[in-house]
């Protein structure tokens, strides 16, 4: 192996451009020519190749985004394109690519793979969402919770000043990892997630039973975007009918938490995520996903990664009742 490439793919998440550099860098360090790839798997069709040194990658650790860029790719679904993408690839002299992505580029890479077996792929999970099989942290969790804890911090200095119930919305349209943990960290009354079934009768008597606690104080829960009843604003308006003293308010976070600066320890996981990738490929390795367990290196098999859903922790649910 000589040539390996490097995208990014799906959604964008803090910390991708510190698993960039480590890619380009532990890349060179062992010899191998790296080559950027703009716009993930449509950039292979459009042949958007360039060669990475390592000043390319100076300065980006501290980035939000990623300076690879990030694209759909209607095209690469089809076996015609995926035919085509090979062919590129094979001109250009690369042998084997790490994705960074989530489930999606993790999907197209196995499908590629089996059609072009003589292309390696070593994945690094790179989603807010924290919904991949064989890691701890996927890239831009922890950089996206903290996001979320500081701005629902700064709504309950507003609330704070006049009794309100605030309903904060958080990403997660199909896991609630977001909303658990940042409701965790910033005191939350409560939180709705997509994994649990949403009780109005429930919700109302939780929050009326704090609000007397409380003697009129503020009162926080938090929605994530994929709650069954289909987020913050219909939940808002249905408890609401129930609370005509208790001024309701709703604030969805949005993109928000997929920008900003990665976390330390964000840039440190993303990073040995880059360099153990490129180690696997060294190594003759493909189909994997560098994942990190219990602080040890992890390789998952592609197909286990997107198949085997992680599940809510019923502990910090728990948490949530006994700290509120």
Not at 84 to 90: I, V
Not at 236 to 257: D, M, S
Request: hydrophobic share 40%.
């Amino acid at each position: 192996m000589k040539r390996i490439g490097v995208f990014t793919s799906g959604g964008d998440a803090p910390g991708m451009n510190a698993c960039i550099r480590a890619v380009v860098r532990t890349g060179i360090h062992h010899g191998l020519e790296v080559v950027g790839i703009t716009k993930g798997y449509q950039g292979i069709l459009d042949k958007n190749f360039k060669v990475m040194t390592s000043h390319s990658v100076s300065g980006i650790i501290q980035k939000g985004g990623t300076i690879l860029k990030s694209a759909r790719c209607v095209e690469f679904r089809t076996k015609k394109g995926r035919k085509q993408a090979y062919k590129n690839l094979k001109a250009a002299g690369i042998d084997g690519i790490v994705a960074i992505g989530g489930d999606g580029t993790f999907t197209g890479a196995d499908v590629f793979m089996k059609e072009f077996p003589d292309i390696k792929f070593i994945g690094c999970p790179g989603t807010i969402d924290n919904d991949l099989y064989g890691t701890d942290f996927t890239i831009g969790y922890d950089t996206a919770i903290n996001t979320a804890m500081e701005a629902i911090d700064k709504i309950k200095d507003t609330a704070s000043a006049d009794a309100r119930l605030f309903f904060i919305e958080v990403m997660g349209r199909d896991v609630g990892f977001i909303a658990l943990r940042s409701a965790i960290a910033a005191g939350a009354e409560t939180v709705l997630l997509p994994e649990t079934k949403t009780d109005i009768k429930q919700l109302t008597k939780t929050i009326e039973a704090q609000y007397k606690k409380k003697e009129g104080s503020s009162i926080i829960v938090i929605v994530a975007e994929g709650e069954e009843m289909g987020g913050a604003v219909k939940v808002a308006k249905k408890v609401a009918k129930k609370f005509t003293a208790l001024p309701t308010r709703v604030t969805i976070l949005g993109h928000v938490q997929r920008g900003g600066s990665p976390t330390a320890a964000e840039r440190v996981n993303a990073s040995w995520m880059g360099v153990e990738a490129v180690r696997a490929l060294v190594a003759g390795k493909k189909g994997i996903m560098i994942g990190v367990v219990n602080n040890e290196v992890v390789h998952t098999p592609f197909e286990k990664a997107i198949k085997h859903n992680r599940e809510i922790s019923p502990t910090l649910l728990d948490m949530i009742e006994i700290l509120a």
